[in-house]
């Protein structure tokens, strides 16, 4: 049986942590898009950062009515950020930022081809990372 200062201790110990959730960052952030989007309503709002943050870009009319029109009808959000994330623009996306991170450059024709429809199959961007790394390092020079 622990003696009463240790329980002591470590009671107060627990009170001196603070827990912080991370959904404050979240709340934040809807706050700064309001303002940001003051004219359009909460759907709008959401469809718009999600191209901002997806695709880096603002939403085109059409995709904005478009997704915005299923949020509306009952879409759940995250229906519509698989629907999103299933796009080429999408997977192009994550391809081209992988090779201009771990190699330096533009995907190639082939290889972003390839990369494009290996992520539409299931594929990962891990799998994709782990085979840009292993290429680099084929074409290292050996030092002998």
């Known amino acids: 049986m622990p003696r009463r200062s240790e329980s002591k201790t470590q009671t107060s110990h627990f009170r001196s942590v603070r827990f912080r959730p991370q959904v404050e960052w979240l709340e934040n952030r809807q706050l700064l898009d309001a303002a940001a989007f003051p004219a359009q309503d909460p759907n709008e709002r959401l469809v718009a950062q999600l191209y901002l943050d997806l695709f880096n870009r603002d939403a085109d009319p059409a995709g904005l009515t478009a997704w915005t029109g299923q949020l509306d009808t009952g879409a759940l ?27 330096g450059r533009s995907a190639d024709v082939n290889g972003l081809q390839q990369f494009v429809q290996f992520l539409g199959q299931g594929g990962s961007a891990d799998e994709i990372t782990a085979q840009l790394l292993d290429s680099q390092a084929l074409s290292l020079p050996s030092s002998r």
């Open 77 to 103: 959000t995250s229906q519509v950020v698989l629907q999103l994330e299933a796009s080429q623009e999408y997977r192009t996306q994550i391809v081209e930022t992988l090779y201009a991170r771990y190699l």
